[in-house]
């Protein structure tokens, strides 16, 4: 195969972040050849082109911009998080890259989708390229991680309503034993979400509670009171910097306008972001040094996409590891070491330990299993 320079490249997303974090990111250095495409114009004097597929198509005929290019345009498409629709026989995706159909096409993800309908081999064929957590780590281009894992009384033993107990809006609760699978999904217990934030803030405080951190929550709901349980919990912190801790949901417009800064090394605040879904994939966060799991996590897909928010390396700002705080088992249910490697510590404190995992060569390992329900939450007291 003849290696051939590629004068037009087309760097497809379907995300502003992701177009935006490649430009000012690890698109840098191609300056002045770059551009975004905005004002639905693909100009022609530049060289590299970021696109959101939504910008350069569209339901009608003249939506699509991209055709306002000829079909040999461009020499060299990239597709950012491929999985995420581009391989859907009917999705917008489909037309452009079709339309495009004489350039290289490259397809690039961390979470391949295998399914009934979606198929990224189908289209892209067999991956030319796979590069692993575990590779990564060892070539030292990747972050090595530590494991806090934390169990909760109610979660193992499970909760059981008193006999005619009501939730906070006079319903019923159902006579059953609620356990870790249930919490903030079937029911609330505002005395556990204010025990974890606790917990992540007595980790925080020992070691270094500017540290950026991603809590993963069940849904928008839980994710906006984990947000007041740690603005209570982080106490003076939270007092003094009103964008310590903020929601960065799809619904909230003040938190997603603080996505940028929080993702920017070199922005302070927000340090801890509370969220269920947007942070998942594709943000690069990468002095991301904590990653709270309090979120059900029913796949392998989607427990990697969370985990990779934390495996970048930053060395101007100190970032050469993470740490997973893990309190629904999700490291025990999904673990991977033949793609992902072993944890470097695997650490289980109690209420009145030290929160600070200890050496590597001081941790444990151990097995268990959890069998997640997806129904809507119930509130009480």
Known sequence: MESQTSEKVLFLVDRNILADQTLINDFKPFGSVMTKIRNRKIDPAYEIHLGLYQAITGPDEQDKIFKNVSRDFFDLIIIDECHRGSAAEDSSWREILEYFSNAIQIGMTATPKETKYVSNITYFGEPVYTYSLKQGIQDGFLAPYKVVKIDIDKDVKGWTPPKGMKDDLGQDIEDRTYNRSDMDRILVLNQRTKLVARRVMKLLNATDPFSKTIIF???????????????????????????????????????????????????????????SEMLTTGVDAKTCKLIVLDKTINSMTTFKQIIGRGTRIEEDFGKFFFTIMDFKKATELFSDPEFDGEPVVIYEPGEDDDPIPPDPEEGEDEEGEEDPGNDGPRSIM
């Open 217 to 275: 929550c069940e849904d928008i709901d839980h994710a906006e009171r984990m947000r007041v349980a740690i603005v209570n919990a982080a106490g003076q912190l939270a007092k003094e910097n009103p964008r310590y801790v903020m929601r960065i949901t799809g619904d909230s417009v003040e938190g997603k306008a603080e996505l940028d800064n929080f993702i920017t090394p070199e922005s302070k605040f927000p340090v801890i972001a509370t969220t």
